[in-house]
């Protein structure tokens, strides 16, 4: 399996970016999948995840209500539309999938992963 991450860039507070994971190799649509970030010294945290075989989510409380995963299964690719981003989103930003329809939040629990994108938010 493997995940191909794409649409993090340069953006100014207060604007939007749409990440998006593309798979290969399997299905996304039964698989729990994940949106994780890395700064710079810090270590990965989930940012969003969404279960597979439904449509529950898990956002972390720094992104509630700023950001939205979601998956189109004819494309077999995973978005994280960002809006509303602050300086303290910048980070390097990875897809994942784990071989479970559960989702989990700690970066052990999944399979696969991409190869992050980098966004950077400037004032």
């Known amino acids: 399996v493997q995940l191909q991450a794409c649409g993090g860039g340069l953006v100014q507070a207060g604007g939007s970016l749409r990440l998006s994971c593309a798979a290969s190799?399997?299905?996304?649509?039964?698989?729990?999948v994940g949106w994780f970030r890395q700064g710079p010294g810090k270590e990965r945290l989930v940012v969003a995840a969404l279960r597979g075989i439904g449509d529950s989510t898990y956002y972390a409380d720094s992104v509630k209500g700023r950001f939205t995963i979601s998956r189109d299964d004819a494309k077999n690719t995973v978005y994280l539309q960002m809006n509303s981003l602050k300086l303290e989103d910048t980070a390097v930003y990875y897809c994942?999938?784990?071989?479970?329809?559960?989702?989990?939040?700690?970066?052990?629990?999944?399979?696969?992963w991409g190869q992050g994108t980098q966004v950077t938010v400037s004032s």
């Open positions: 994942a999938g784990r071989g479970s329809s559960w989702i989990t939040t700690t970066p052990s629990g999944y399979d696969y």
């Open positions: 190799g399997r299905t996304f649509s039964r698989f729990a």
